[in-house]
């Protein structure tokens, strides 16, 4: 799997925090042909009787309809996806990357499925967003040719012996 960084509209919903509250959302989308790549939901900490919902992509009209019957609205929120194969210290060279750009994280969600990584970045502005998507190109691909250069390194050395 290459990495891809990528660009997410994200559409959030408040719901009332009961059994069903996350399904309600979901089977109109789904019928409408949503591919959701990305689904958070979690409960309001000021106040325990409320939920969010956000969810993403959405795309075309009969899926843009179907969101917002359920009362989804375009989050303001910039968001990035970040997905790709796994290594050991990733999130750490992400984070110090964005850190040292001086980029602010509004939210991050992120996992480890088998060999790959996908990460959910939210940021404070559209301008942070964008710099943070080249920061962490660059950081990944930094890397990556550290690496081959190291083997090529490594060659060369196996090479005059």
Known sequence: MATTIGKLQVWRAEVENRPGALDAILEPLANAGADLSVVFGWVDPANPNRGVVEVGPIKGRKQTDAAKSVGLVQSDV???????????????????????????????????????????????????????????????????????AGAKKKRAAKAKK
């Open 78 to 148: 910039p968001v990035l996806v970040v997905q790709g194969p796994n290594a050991p210290g990733l999130g750490h060279r992400i984070a110090n990357a964005v850190a040292q750009a001086g980029i602010n994280l509004k939210f991050l969600a992120a996992q480890v499925a088998g060999r790959n990584y996908s990460a959910v970045f939210g940021f404070e502005s559209a301008s942070d967003a964008t710099k943070a998507q080249r920061v962490i190109k660059n950081a990944l691909t930094a890397r990556g040719g550290a690496k081959r």
